[in-house]
């Protein structure tokens, strides 16, 4: 099934990256040098999505800026002969009109974010991917889009059982193949001794757009918000619900630590600086463990 459109709920207010954040919007923040929703961006672009949709709020603006032309950057860069570099600005622009911003006017949580999306999602499944899963490779979208049949897809993967309270844990059913499993049952941010598994949901998912129905009517949930999670839970046995057990790496980048080793594993790939940045990386080692 074709899944054209996207939703990117990036209306959070990135408290955990304070004050880096108190001025600039945490989907912002450079990995390498690219802000984490070009990641999330290229990945859908990836997967054939052609509308990509953000769900902002107040302080948002330099995220629309960002998928826009900036003249003055690229004249300035045209009449230094700068090509390579003015390619890098102008790549993500894409047909006009690709791209759409809805605000969520107060922050109550990632069902309320994806629902304020819903006028501009006809009845056709829509994926969704959060900017702070950074999954390494921007394949994962199009491996679910391809192995996408019907109902909830989500992507997977296992976790250490002392986390499973910062997750949507699964109940897991069947093995199906190429990853898939059913998913008998779905709940936000359980303790460790009512985690039905350790097995979490990442932040890539593909919604049957019942789901807005449910989720105009969704009672507030864990963190007294409206849970995405509660929504697609309630749609379990009346449509399917699968879960996608990703093989790429993914980085939590809405924490501090896995920011910082997104940044370093990028680094190291990169072909200018990972053979610079790993010998560096090896002696400071050396020196610590001394
Ligand atoms: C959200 C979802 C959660 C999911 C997580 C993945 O939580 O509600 O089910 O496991 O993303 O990153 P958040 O991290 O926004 O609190």
Redesign the pocket.
Known sequence: MKIKKAIF?VG?MGTRFLPATKSMPKEMLPVVDKPLIQYAVEEAANAGIEQFIFVTSRGKSAIENHFDHSFELENNLLSKGKRDTLKTAQEMLKIPGSFAYVRQQEPA???HAVWCARHLIGNEPVAIL?A??LINGSNTTKEMINNYTSGNM?AIMDVNKKDVS????ITPGNCLQNGVTEVNG?V??PSIEKAPSNM????RYIIEPEIFDVLEKQNKG??N?I???DAIASRIGKSNCFGYKFSEERF?C?SKIGFIQANIKLSIERKEMGSKLKSWLHNELLEYNK
């Open positions: 709920p959070g949580g990632l069902g959060l702070d899963d989500l910062s997750y949507g844990i779905l936000e941010k979490a949901v990442v932040g864990a963190g918000e849970q995405l999670t939590d809405g």
